[in-house]
T-cell receptor, first 113, second 114 residues
Framework: AQKVTQAQTEISVVEKEDVTLDCVYE???????LFWYKQPPSGELVFLIR??????QNEISGRYSWNFQKSTSSFNFTITASQVVDSAVYFC??????????FGKGTRLHILP | ETGVTQTPRHLVMGMTNKKSLKCEQH?????MYWYKQSAKKPLELMFV???????ENNSVPSRFSPECPNSSHLFLHLHTLQPEDSALYLC?????????????FGNGTRLTVT
C-alpha cells in the first residue's frame, strides 16, 4: 500500500480558476512531517511547505493554501486564481520517525491560458 | 549561483561505458542525497551522506557507486548500466540528516542508457 497517495495524476484548469491538489497519507507514527514540492519543467524540485503532525493549523502563503486534516489523513494544497506559471508537477511527501522521506507519485498540473 | 548544481544536464551512454554524475551544493548543508526519478514512479531514494559518511543505501545495484569527498560535493559513478536505468537523477541537500529540514534539489541529470 502506498504511504502517500496523490490520486490525481493530471489536472487541467483554465487560468484564474482555483484548483486543489489532493494528498492522503498513511502512517502509524505520532510524530511525522508532511511536505509539498513543486517540479517545474526545468527539473528541480522546489520546496513549498513543511508541516509537523502536531500543527493542524491551515496555512496561507499568497495564492497558495494548505489544509491539514489528521482525521482524514489528508494534506491538500489549493492554488487560488491560478496562473500559467503554476504549471508543474506537484509532489506531496511524508517523513516518519525513521527520517526517510516518502514521495507521492505527483500530480501534473496544466494551467491553460 | 544556484544552491545545488548538477552536471551534466543530459547524458547518453552505452551499457559498457563508465561515466560520473556530479553534484555541488553551496548552501553549507551537511547532508546530501541521490534520488532516481523514473516515469510513472515515485522518487526513489538511492543514497544519503551525512558529513561525508554514507548513512543510507537503499538496495541500489552495485553498478551505481556514490562518492562524497567533502560535504559540498557528491558524485554518482555509473558502470555497466542497463536500459531500465534511464531516468532523471536528482541530487539534493539538507541542513542535517534526520532533522526533517526541507530538501534543496538540483536540476537533475537526464540519463539515457542505450
Amino acid at each position: 500500500a502506498q504511504k502517500v497517495t496523490q490520486a490525481q495524476t493530471e489536472i487541467s484548469v483554465v487560468e484564474k480558476e482555483d484548483v486543489t491538489l489532493d494528498c492522503v497519507y498513511e502512517t502509524r507514527d505520532t510524530t511525522y512531517y508532511l511536505f509539498w514540492y513543486k517540479q517545474p519543467p526545468s527539473g528541480e524540485l522546489v520546496f513549498l511547505i513543511r508541516r509537523n503532525s502536531f500543527d493542524e493549523q491551515n496555512e496561507i502563503s499568497g495564492r497558495y493554501s494548505w489544509n491539514f486534516q489528521k482525521s482524514t489523513s489528508s494534506f491538500n494544497f489549493t492554488i487560488t486564481a491560478s496562473q500559467v506559471v503554476d504549471s508543474a508537477v506537484y509532489f506531496c511527501a511524508l517523513s516518519e520517525e525513521d527520517d526517510k522521506i516518502i514521495f507521492g507519485k505527483g500530480t501534473r498540473l496544466h494551467i491553460l491560458p | 549561483e544556484t544552491g545545488v548544481t548538477q552536471t551534466p544536464r543530459h547524458l547518453v551512454m552505452g551499457m559498457t561505458n563508465k561515466k560520473s554524475l556530479k553534484c555541488e551544493q553551496h548552501l553549507g548543508h551537511n547532508a546530501m542525497y541521490w534520488y532516481k526519478q523514473s516515469a510513472k514512479k515515485p522518487l526513489e531514494l538511492m543514497f544519503v551522506y551525512s558529513l561525508e559518511e554514507r548513512v543510507e543505501n537503499n538496495s541500489v545495484p552495485s553498478r551505481f557507486s556514490p562518492e562524497c569527498p567533502n560535504s559540498s560535493h557528491l558524485f554518482l559513478h555509473l558502470h555497466t548500466l542497463q536500459p531500465e536505468d534511464s531516468a532523471l537523477y536528482l541530487c539534493a541537500s539538507s541542513q542535517e540528516w534526520g532533522d526533517n529540514s526541507p530538501l534543496h534539489f538540483g536540476n537533475g541529470t537526464r540519463l539515457t542508457v542505450t
